[in-house]
T-cell receptor, first 115, second 110 residues
Framework: DTGVSQDPRHKITKRGQNVTFRCDPI?????LYWYRQTLGQGPEFLTY????????KSRLLSDRFSAERPKGSFSTLEIQRTEQGDSAMYLC?????????????FGPGTRLTVT | QKEVEQDPGPLSVPEGAIVSLNCTYS??????FMWYRQYSRKGPELLMY????GNKEDGRFTAQVDKSSKYISLFIRDSQPSDSATYLC??????????FGSGTRLSIRP
């Protein structure tokens, strides 16, 4: 399977703990995006990378959130001191740079539950 | 007011019916209009995209964009139970990130 993969698929954690999620994009894609989706809502943009560079961060991305893409391949999203409001599906997507429109391919998501 | 508004449904129709899904938006700079389908516990997948106004057809699916009214639609003909999913409209300008609607849950009854 050469699609976008995410790990873990589910994570249950206690409030105050740190969690880290991983995303492996489609291999030739140089853009990588993180989104958050809560129940009954569409995905909300968090941040995106072009190769190793983090080019944009949403105001939704508080100081407790950090994302990296150290070698321009896989990416990690870390949430420190988790809060119950962080419970959501965290989606990763990747795309090829080029033109004004480019299809983003989504992974299956990591569902986070903070108890 | 949200930039993109979408009726959450749920919408339930019998198999074979024509389905109409709609979104309105407020940002006149949007130029790219997309429809994603999301099955339960899966990531969204792109169904169709349209640049600017007009219609686009792909098999049983037709996307329409009316920029003057800031209104977009997705029509599904001969609906099948496998079309049961959440449908997300999404849009962007040339410089912006993608803004998604909240999604409409669709159920096709056999």
């Amino acid at each position: 399977d050469t699609g976008v993969s995410q790990d873990p698929r589910h994570k249950i954690t206690k409030r105050g703990q740190n969690v880290t999620f991983r995303c492996d994009p489609i291999s030739e894609h140089n853009r990588l995006y993180w989104y958050r989706q809560t129940l009954g809502q569409g995905p909300e943009f968090l941040t995106y990378f072009q190769n190793e560079a983090q080019l944009e961060k949403s105001r939704l991305l508080s100081d407790r959130f950090s994302a990296e893409r150290p070698k321009g391949s896989f990416s990690t999203l870390e949430i420190q001191r988790t809060e119950q409001g962080d419970s959501a599906m965290y989606l990763c997507a990747s795309s090829l740079e080029g033109g004004n429109f480019y299809e983003q391919y989504f992974g299956p998501g990591t569902r986070l539950t903070v108890t | 007011q949200k930039e993109v508004e979408q009726d959450p449904g749920p919408l339930s129709v019998p198999e074979g019916a024509i389905v109409s899904l709609n979104c309105t938006y407020s940002n006149s700079a949007f130029q790219y209009f997309m429809w994603y389908r999301q099955y339960s516990r899966k990531g969204p997948e792109l169904l169709m995209y349209t640049y600017s106004s007009g219609n686009k057809e792909d098999g049983r699916f037709t996307a329409q964009v009316d920029k003057s009214s800031k209104y977009i639609s997705l029509f599904i003909r001969d609906s099948q139970p496998s079309d049961s999913a959440t449908y997300l409209c999404a849009m962007k300008s040339s410089a912006s990130k993608i803004i998604f609607g909240s999604g409409t849950r669709l159920s096709i009854r056999p």
